[in-house]
T-cell receptor, first 115, second 115 residues
Framework: GAGVSQTPSNKVTEKGKYVELRCDPISGHTALYWYRQSLGQGPEFLIYFQGTGAADDSGLPNDRFFAVRPEGSVSTLKIQRTERGDSAVYLC?????????????FGEGSWLTVV | AQKVTQAQTEISVVEKEDVTLDCVYETRDTTYYLFWYKQPPSGELVFLIRRNSFDEQNEISGRYSWNFQKSTSSFNFTITASQVVDSAVYFCALSDLNSGYALNFGKGTSLLVTP
């Protein structure tokens, strides 16, 4: 597809379980971002990749969260030992490059509910 | 520290009214970028506009217009002759060197346009 694709669109998991969320960026986009949006809030930055490497992971809330982008395209956000507070929409975005002159395009998000 | 402030949490207007959404930002960088995104009920963040700090010209795109004023650190968004389809949450965002050019979002303004 032409846009940023995220799977699954919805995920319900039990507290303590492991979850993986996948993002397929726009073809040719070298920069990939993960954001988290809680109800009634703006998206909060988690991590971004330039190519295969994590250029900035300062937004990851704790060591239960980890993300990879092994081939510089698809990325996976991994959450271990999920907690109810992890429930949110996880948004992936991509841009042609980093630097503020690039427009960042978002996917539709993965709705995570931890019960 | 909050870098983007959208003081209006919710706005309700009647169709065909004009409405202005306020955005005030804070940055120490001389080079920065400002964005507006629309988030309809479907959840996807839709890019509307990007402006850089060196271009204070106001911009008009159809019924949408943006007023960028560095003197007041504001980047306000006006919808002229609002329509029901404009109902959504609108986010203002800042990208600067300090944040590694990741987007810092405001909390959003929920706009409801009624017939």
């Amino acid at each position: 597809g032409a846009g940023v694709s995220q799977t699954p669109s919805n995920k319900v998991t039990e507290k303590g379980k492991y979850v993986e969320l996948r993002c397929d960026p726009i073809s040719g986009h070298t920069a990939l971002y993960w954001y988290r949006q809680s109800l009634g809030q703006g998206p909060e930055f988690l991590i971004y990749f330039q190519g295969t490497g994590a250029a900035d992971d300062s937004g990851l809330p704790n060591d239960r969260f980890f993300a990879v982008r092994p081939e510089g395209s698809v990325s996976t956000l991994k959450i271990q030992r999920t907690e109810r507070g992890d429930s949110a929409v996880y948004l992936c975005a991509s841009s042609p490059g980093t630097g503020g002159g690039n427009t960042i395009y978002f996917g539709e998000g993965s709705w995570l509910t931890v019960v | 520290a909050q870098k983007v402030t959208q003081a209006q949490t919710e706005i309700s207007v009647v169709e065909k009214e004009d409405v202005t959404l306020d955005c005030v930002y804070e940055t120490r960088d001389t080079t920065y970028y400002l964005f507006w995104y629309k988030q309809p009920p479907s959840g996807e963040l839709v890019f509307l506009i990007r402006r850089n700090s060196f271009d204070e010209q106001n911009e008009i795109s159809g019924r949408y217009s943006w007023n960028f004023q560095k003197s007041t650190s504001s980047f306000n968004f006006t919808i002229t002759a609002s329509q029901v389809v404009d109902s959504a949450v609108y986010f203002c965002a800042l990208s600067d060197l300090n944040s590694g050019y990741a987007l810092n979002f405001g909390k959003g303004t929920s706009l409801l346009v009624t017939p």
